[in-house]
Nanobody, 123 residues
């Protein structure tokens, strides 16, 4: 599976961005999918995950109520809608496909990773 993340860029505090992650080579419609992020000098951290049907989602406390993960299985694509952005959301965002069909917060449960897209929140 190849995962291509896009949609990153520069946003002002309080603004919004929508990230996309398109899968190719094979379908990920049976895989749980997730978003992680890594800020400079910090470890990669979990952001959000969704199960294979899109019916179960889980979020990091830091983004709960501001970010929404969703998926479109016919398009083999997942999304991360990010609202009310903060400077601390600045990071490289990675999408990943899980080994199982469920949503997971643990990066060790993911075996396919995209290349990352930079999100910078600054005035």
């Amino acid at each position: 599976v190849q995962l291509q993340a896009s949609g990153g860029g520069l946003a002002q505090p309080g603004g919004s961005l929508r990230l996309s992650c398109a899968a190719s080579a094979r379908t990920v419609s049976n895989n749980g999918m997730g978003w992680f992020r890594q800020a400079p000098g910090k470890e990669r951290e979990f952001v959000a995950a969704v199960d294979w049907r899109g019916g179960s989602t889980v979020y990091a406390n830091s983004v709960k109520g501001r970010f929404t993960i969703s998926r479109d299985n016919p398009k083999n694509t997942i999304y991360l809608q990010m609202n009310r952005l903060r400077s601390e959301d600045t990071a490289v965002y990675y999408c990943a496909a899980a080994r199982s069909s469920s949503s997971s917060t643990r990066h060790t449960n993911y075996h396919y990773w995209g290349q990352g897209t930079q999100v910078t929140v600054s005035s």
